[in-house]
């Protein structure tokens, strides 16, 4: 047999090994070819499958992807349709063809706990109790090629194709498609696991009311990541990116988000409260006055923005707004980076821009913090008034049940200490299951991208929220808070919106407002914050708060050093706050997880510190300076192109043959510049490089460093001094000299022997 063959042969044996079902079973028979040990992961969408689970080690085939449409109903009650019906399509992904292709929808038992439903939303239950027959789809797709299918199946009776239900509740349901790719057995190659809530069964029983109706509130989030870099007038705003123009037209993100908030709002007007970030409001704003983006490109959104922008301001009339932090700044990671400066300015900031733009006052003295936790630390900084900066500290919080220790219940609950505090709880299995695969990713069937790139859908969410209402309603606090910056398609966010909409219509659910559940007296008066270990490890990293921190220093150097020139001219304030703002772009909740976006972000502030430290420095002379003595000084132009005064300090690097002398601080006048005559003594001729740089007086750098060049043919001070002495000690041991041989001509010394009459000596030569 040749090597190829061999090759060949062991191949077909190992997929045998892998996909084919147990001995015993009836390959020819469809129905019976569901043998394979799986268990499809966690679904909480209607729109792709997911991979089989492979053994550690070994890399699984894939075959086929199912893609489904439309799940219709999405939540059954006595008036729905008495059949399921899903549309969608296959695509054959693997590398062969793949033969006699049927689909099946099954079920499992109807889920009776909350702690079955919570396990559910991790790992997917078993929809094994009914396995109807299988549904052909496809006899052959080649590599490549897709089928549309539509399959509808009778929700009760005793029909081979029936789900069995025959009463109300949450049913596990699995979608389940089989077929025989080239050289295997008949197999599962694809399936979708999701959750599918019957509160009536058509023609059946109904779920009766449990007690009193779950009390509804929904905060339907708008927010999106930083995106601003500069504020400035008409069309000169500037952007990082043009995503939003995108995300504000029609079919965008924040586009639906606003859309399905119109469309509940006349049922819901009492439940429904929008979370908005002040930050995103203020770009918008930006971009409808017109705008650039990063490199000079001219924005394309401006219309989308204004439009935005007008239609928000109609809907949020008289109706509940809260303020998210500005950025959706991340207030724990501000907290332990010791910016609580920033910190109360991400909480007292934002509610004054959304009344200045929206006309609507927003929740006082409210606050949501990322992922619904705070740590202790924070909580009380937060809390605690600060009168020198008027700031009155926060009564309410909206927090995650994860984030409150000896808070039993459902309903608001007080936080002892100096300053008493209302919590809110967010009904976080409703969270959750919104949350999806954005904090779990998911790896797709058949997909090579092992991320899903699906959109997430709430199928799971308006699971729970119907549980909640029709099987513990109670009268609990039912708190709905999608994901910050929520990706769902505009029918998802619809049809929840609808799920709810019936459960109040049912009288399941009643609305109840946000305001009424932070004015609430609590029951529970002794309750406390906790933060868990995982909340920690989601903070923003300790590499960008130290970052942030030293742009902090900088600007808050900065700013000490800045006056006003007067009325007429910009205040320090004018220029600095903005900046601030983007360090709180830098700390924003939506870089978690994405240090990358972090450090872009941090890049971006400092870029934008640096560009007005370098409004004020030295400006580079036209040609060399000529000193005409030693002690002559050296003329420097200083100039400020900011609108406010700026204290500087001249700095001048140690320079050999020259030593720098004693000088004030200067103050340098707004939009001017000055001549200073910096003191200096030259201690030799010659030419020097002199590197100039200005400070604060803090230390802050502004502008670059300066190279002059500095002549000087003169002698300095001391060089002359020290010429003089020399001369004056040279003078004076030559008239010692002298003196010495006149006395020695005139006999005054006596025991010189006298010259007269001497004979000299002969030459011995």
């Known amino acids: 047999m040749s090597l190829r063959k061999l090759v060949c042969t062991a191949a077909v044996a190992a997929f045998v090994v892998i996909a084919a079902p147990p001995a015993g079973a009836q390959q020819s028979q469809p129905d019976e070819v569901d043998a394979l040990p799986f268990m499809p992961a966690p679904a909480t969408q209607v729109w792709a499958t997911r991979s ?42 693997g590398d062969r063809k793949v033969f006699d292709i049927v689909l099946r929808l099954e079920r499992g038992e109807p889920l009776e706990a909350e702690d079955d439903l919570r396990k559910a939303l991790r790992e997917p239950a078993s929809a094994e109790a009914v396995q109807p027959k299988f549904t052909p789809v496809a006899g052959e797709l080649e590599p ?99 995503d939003l123009a995108t995300s504000l037209s029609v079919n965008g993100r924040l586009y639906g988000l606003l859309q399905a908030y119109e469309q509940a709002i006349s049922q819901m007007s009492t439940a429904m409260c929008l979370a908005i970030d002040p930050d995103l409001l203020r770009t918008v704003q930006a ?188 009268g609990r606090n039912v708190l709905v808070a999608p994901p910050r910056r929520w990706h769902a398609p505009l029918s998802e966010m619809t049809e929840f919106l609808a799920t709810a909409q019936k459960l109040l219509a049912g009288g399941y659910a009643t609305q109840t407002g946000l305001e009424e559940l932070t004015s609430a007296t609590p029951e529970v008066t002794n309750a406390k914050v906790a933060y868990p270990p995982e909340a920690g490890a989601r903070e923003i990293s300790a590499i960008i708060s130290d970052s942030v921190a030293n742009q902090s220093a900088e600007l808050n150097g900065l700013v000490a050093a800045m006056q006003q020139e007067d009325t007429a001219h910009a205040s320090p304030a004018d220029l600095a706050d903005p900046l601030w703002l983007g360090l709180l772009r830098t700390m924003s909740g939506a870089w978690r997880g994405n240090e990358q976006g972090a450090r872009s972000a941090a890049q971006v502030s400092q870029s934008e510190i640096d560009a007005l430290t370098g409004m004020v420095g030295v400006t580079q002379p036209n040609s060399p300076i000529l000193l005409g003595s030693g002690d002559s000084p050296i003329p420097i132009t200083l100039t400020n192109k900011l609108d406010v005064r700026v204290t500087v300090r001249i700095n001048l690097a140690d320079t050999p043959g020259i030593r720098k002398l004693d000088l004030a601080d200067q103050v340098l006048p707004a939009r001017g510049e000055r001549v200073v005559r910096v003191p200096v003594e030259v201690l030799r001729s010659g030419r020097f490089p002199v590197n100039v740089r200005l400070t604060t007086p803090e230390g802050v750098p502004l502008g670059d460093t300066v190279k002059l060049e500095v002549s000087s043919s003169a002698y300095g001070t001391i060089t002359v001094i020290v010429t003089v002495l020399a001369g004056i000690a040279l003078v004076l041991l030559s008239g010692r000299r002298i003196y010495k041989r006149v006395r020695a001509r005139n006999g005054e010394n006596g025991d010189a022997p006298s010259i007269e009459n001497v004979t000299p000596e002969k030459s011995s030569a």
């Open 52 to 93: 089989l689970s492979a053994q550690p080690g070994q890399a699984q085939p894939q075959f086929l992807r199912l893609d489904i449409d439309q799940l219709t109903p999405r939540f059954v009650t006595s008036d729905s349709p008495s059949t399921v019906k899903i549309t969608g399509k296959i695509v054959n992904v």
């Open 144 to 242: 490549g090629q897709q089928k549309d299918f539509t399959l509808e199946v009778p929700l009760r009776g005793t029909e081979p194709t029936s789900l069995e239900v025959d009463k109300p509740g949450i049913y596990p349901i699995l979608a389940n498609i089989n077929g025989r790719p080239d050289f295997g057995g008949q197999a599962r190659l694809a399936a979708l696991s999701t959750l599918l809530p019957v509160l009536g069964v058509p023609g059946g029983e109904t779920k009766g009311k449990v007690g009193a109706g779950a009390k509804m509130t929904v905060l339907w989030p708008i927010a999106d990541r930083p995106r601003l870099v500069r504020l400035g007038g008409e069309g000169d705003s500037e952007l990082i990116d043009d």
């Open 287 to 474: 971009m409808s006055n017109g705008y650039e983006v990063r490199g000079g490109a001219e924005g394309k959104g401006q219309s989308e923005a204004e439009l935005w922008l007008d239609r928000l301001k109609l809907a949020v009339t008289g109706r509940c707004v809260v303020a998210l932090p500005y950025a959706d700044a991340d207030l724990v990671a501000l907290n332990r980076a010791k910016l609580s400066t920033i910190s109360t300015l991400a909480v007292t900031d934002g509610p004054k821009l959304i009344q200045d733009v929206l006309g609507v006052q927003p929740l006082p003295d409210l606050v949501w913090p990322e992922d619904g936790v705070l740590d202790q630390s924070t909580f009380d900084e937060l809390v605690t008034p600060q009168p020198d900066r008027r700031y009155p500290g926060v009564k309410s919080l909206l927090l995650d049940p994860t984030g409150l220790a000896d808070a039993p219940g459902t309903g608001p609950v007080g936080i002892g200490g100096k300053t008493p505090v209302t919590a809110v709880k967010i009904d976080s299995m409703v969270s959750d299951a919104l949350q999806g695969s954005d904090s779990r990713p998911r790896t797709l069937s058949g997909v090579a991208a092992p991320v899903e790139s699906q959109p997430v859908s709430v199928q799971n969410a308006l699971s729970v929220l119907a549980f909640r209402a029709g099987w513990q309603g109670d």
